[in-house]
């Protein structure tokens, strides 16, 4: 851990003068072991949730949380990378930095909407007193030159009755030619079962311009919860709403919601009138130990999400100067009304045409690959001392993630194994990229994401039969 108290940490603001500083923590970075080579992770500091989400001016934006000085949750800015492919990526900078009154205390998440040919990024001004926070939300506006300038005052600034401070992750999106904003809370409850005397809310505001906010009311939502909505999300995906929340102290239910925090998706209608989501499916987003925080967004009509891959404050074992990445960029459809998604296009792509495999062991030749299988649905990957597990029962329709068999255990506290119902198994699409694994199960059906760290990948097993489908590394390009 870095010797800096997290006080200083709370506190420490980039400035010019600390680019030094910041181009010696990135040259420790880049001897890391761990580093993914496909997912977007902090050249240093520690990257949180993804932010202003936008295919703008011909090229795709991910901003992000980010605290650049050290591997903790120090004070918040926003980073920004740039592509025009969602495989190479541009030299992360700071695209917001807490240099406002009102914001003193970090430029916490949002999102971003294109509007006049600029693209508008909302974000929550973080303003705490001894009393407890001022709920502020700010905007700044970025032209196709990608000058970045802050509307110097926050456009909403007022508490709600009944509602705590914590009101934060401003998501902004068009409907019936007026501008609707999503913003996470919760409100003070005499429920017991949080633990917290509140419970999470979800705020709606109306606006005909983007600057000037009216509150509308709490949208009605038939989930639990917990004491606490973050990071709300909605999206158009055939003709159908899908909302995405992050609710803390969301209850587990079975083997479902195993997490520090949890992750939802709705599908259904959005009725901002009548302040309700008429909801017709709704489910866990994922089914692995290290997902939090998606964020949707467009791509002309094709919708995308990217998710922050970490959850909370996981216990890893090692101890560097990066924390965290964000996971790859999906594209989301419906299945007979479920939700599915699967890495874009371009990202798979980026890897070899692929070798058929039908055998009970797959040797990677580079800690980058992507395994398709049709078969063998039962596999260890690592060594006999240092492996992870994925099993599926079909008579019990259930699939399990195993991380019990790590030579480097990972955040025990909330146990080693993850577990997801689905019938009819069929296709098991597994990404590994070095630290970062992503597993999808019929096309997207259901998604394990989660960390490992291992000094090397030695082999692929099968338990039972044979490992059947195809094989493909990361291409290399001179």
Not at 40 to 57: E, H, Q, R, S, V
Not at 76 to 101: C, F, R, Y
Not at 190 to 202: A, N, P, S
């Amino acid at each position: 851990m870095d010797t800096v108290t997290i006080d200083a940490h709370k506190t420490n603001i980039y400035t010019e003068e600390k680019q030094v500083q910041l181009a010696e923590l990135t040259e420790a970075v880049a001897k890391s072991d761990y580093l993914p080579q496909l997912h977007i992770y902090p050249k240093a500091g520690l990257m949180n949730d993804p932010n202003g989400l936008a295919y703008f001016n011909q090229k795709y934006y991910v901003f992000f949380q980010w605290y650049p000085f050290g591997p903790v949750h120090g004070l918040k800015h926003w980073g920004k990378t740039v592509s025009t492919d969602l495989v190479n990526w541009s030299e992360q900078e700071t695209a917001l930095i807490p240099d406002q009154s009102y914001e003193k205390n970090g430029c916490y998440s949002g999102n971003a909407i294109e509007y006049q040919d600029k693209l508008y990024l909302f974000y929550t001004a973080n303003f705490k007193t001894p009393e407890g926070k001022i709920p502020k939300q700010a905007v700044a506006i970025m032209d196709k030159s990608e000058q970045i300038t802050k509307v110097k005052q926050p456009i909403i600034d007022s508490e709600i009755p009944g509602l705590s401070g914590e009101l934060r992750d401003p998501y902004v999106f068009s409907k019936n030619g007026l501008f609707y904003m999503l913003l996470g809370g919760s409100k003070f409850t005499d429920r017991e079962h949080t633990g917290f005397g509140e419970e999470g809310v979800l705020l709606l505001y109306r606006s005909e311009n983007l600057l000037d906010w009216c509150y509308q009311g709490l949208i009605e939502l038939p989930i639990d919860t917990g004491y606490m909505l973050e990071c709300p999300s909605v999206i158009e995906v055939d003709g159908k709403d899908v909302l995405f929340l992050s609710p803390m102290g969301m209850t587990s239910d079975g083997i479902r919601f195993r997490n520090r925090f949890a992750t939802v998706y709705l599908v259904g209608e959005l009725d901002v009138e009548n302040l309700t989501f008429k909801t017709d499916d709704w489910d866990e987003l994922d089914a692995g130990f290290d997902f939090y925080a998606p964020q949707a967004f467009y791509k002309g009509r094709e919708a995308l999400m990217m998710a922050w891959f970490g959850c909370g404050e996981p216990e890893y074992p090692v101890s560097e100067q990066w924390k965290h990445g964000l996971t790859f960029t999906q594209k989301i459809k419906l299945n007979r009304g479920k939700l599915c998604r699967f890495p874009a296009e371009e990202i798979i792509n980026a890897f070899s045409s692929g070798e058929r495999v039908d055998t009970k062991v797959v040797k990677p030749e580079t800690s980058t690959y992507y395994l398709h299988l049709t078969a063998g649905f039962n596999f260890r990957i690592g060594s006999a001392q240092d492996y992870w597990a994925f099993s599926y029962d079909a008579n019990k329709e259930e699939v399990s993630i195993s991380r019990a068999g790590l030579a480097l255990k990972i955040d025990e506290m909330f146990g080693y194994e993850r577990k997801a119902t689905i019938k009819d198994l069929t296709t098991i699409d597994v990404f590994v990229d070095n630290s970062f694994v992503e597993i999808y199960l019929n096309e997207g059906e259901k998604v394990f994401s989660f960390r490992v760290f291992q000094e090397k990948t030695e082999n692929i097993y099968s338990l039972d039969q044979n490992l059947i489908g195809m094989v493909y590394h990361k291409k290399f390009i001179d």
